[in-house]
């Protein structure tokens, strides 16, 4: 939006850092710590789990990882092929004659796919998907879509990208907080912690991943011949 104002991109990115500083602030001052009870006065309504003890030792950490995999696996999977699409096809989307000049194109696909994730992530305590790996299966579709569009270009307008976007979006941050939400319920505990810290790292191994695959594949995209788009509504 400052850019469309025309605010230069070094005076845009100098008033973000206010939101660093308000997420800041909001950690240390604003949320308030746990209050830890004995787990035996602890009233809840959510599904009782049996409690284990915790890891112990490299070993025993390093052996617990393999029941963690049903989480890692499909949520490194969804931002794989999600920032794949992000990292190395967003930018060669581009329609001729809209509202939005390229760089603008670029810019609020970027903030349509943000939206997506926002909707998705704060979610959760209205819809609940446990199995996560049909977000996998819809995002390749997405990966699919968004390569053959970048050769082709065939889709006629640049409403449906965005809904696509948007799409793309829910799918990610939905993979995400499901995956979290799950292990809360499925994981002891005393284990919960350690199985959470390892299982966040996922999307980062996807995130790398699908940065370093997008770069030969922006290239070879970048050496074929031009396309232009046949029909527009």
Same mark, same amino acid.
């Not at 199995?131 to 299966?137: E, Y």
């Given at each position: 939006?400052? %850019?469309? /104002?025309? *605010?230069s991109?070094?005076?845009?990115?100098? &008033?973000?850092?206010?939101?660093?500083?308000?997420?800041? #602030?909001?950690?240390?001052?604003?949320?308030?710590?746990?209050?830890?009870?004995?787990?035996?006065?602890?009233?809840?309504?959510?599904e009782?789990?049996?409690?284990?003890?915790p890891?112990?030792?490299?070993?025993?950490?390093?052996?617990?990882?393999?029941?963690?995999?049903?989480?890692?696996?499909?949520?490194?999977?969804?931002?794989?092929f999600?920032?794949f699409?992000?990292?190395?096809?967003?930018?060669?989307?581009?329609?001729?004659?809209t509202?939005?000049?390229?760089?603008?194109?670029? %810019?609020? /696909?970027? *903030?349509?796919?943000?939206?997506?994730?926002? &909707?998705?992530?704060?979610?959760?305590?209205?819809?609940? #998907?446990?199995?996560?790996?049909?977000?996998s299966?819809?995002?390749?579709?997405?990966?699919?879509?968004?390569?053959?569009?970048?050769?082709?270009?065939?889709?006629?307008?640049i409403?449906?990208?965005?809904?696509?976007?948007?799409?793309?979006?829910?799918?990610?941050?939905?993979?995400?907080?499901?995956?979290?939400?799950?292990?809360?319920?499925?994981?002891?505990?005393?284990?919960?912690?350690?199985?959470?810290?390892?299982?966040?790292?996922?999307?980062?191994?996807?995130?790398?991943?699908?940065?370093? /695959?997008?770069?030969?594949?922006?290239?070879a995209?970048?050496s074929?011949?031009?396309?232009?788009?046949?029909?527009?509504?």
């Amino acid at each position: 939006m400052l %850019r469309g /104002l025309g *605010v230069s991109a070094r005076d845009t990115m100098l &008033i973000m850092l206010i939101f660093p500083v308000i997420e800041a #602030l909001s950690f240390w001052m604003l949320l308030r710590k746990p209050i830890i009870l004995p787990v035996t006065t602890v009233e809840s309504t959510e599904e009782l789990i049996a409690d284990e003890p915790p890891l112990e030792g490299f070993k025993e950490k390093i052996m617990y990882i393999k029941h963690l995999v049903k989480y890692m696996v499909p949520l490194a999977l969804v931002y794989f092929f999600e920032y794949f699409i992000n990292q190395g096809l967003f930018e060669l989307v581009f329609f001729d004659n809209t509202f939005l000049d390229k760089d603008a194109q670029y %810019r609020w /696909l970027n *903030v349509d796919y943000q939206i997506g994730v926002f &909707i998705s992530r704060s979610s959760v305590n209205l819809f609940q #998907l446990n199995k996560i790996w049909l977000m996998s299966v819809f995002q390749f579709v997405n990966v699919v879509y968004f390569l053959t569009e970048v050769i082709y270009f065939y889709t006629p307008n640049i409403w449906i990208v965005f809904v696509i976007v948007l799409w793309e979006g829910l799918l990610g941050g939905g993979a995400y907080v499901n995956t979290f939400y799950r292990m809360s319920k499925e994981i002891s505990p005393g284990r919960r912690q350690f199985a959470m810290s390892m299982v966040v790292q996922s999307d980062s191994y996807g995130i790398a991943l699908a940065g370093f /695959l997008a770069i030969p594949v922006h290239n070879a995209i970048c050496s074929l011949p031009a396309a232009v788009r046949s029909v527009v509504w």
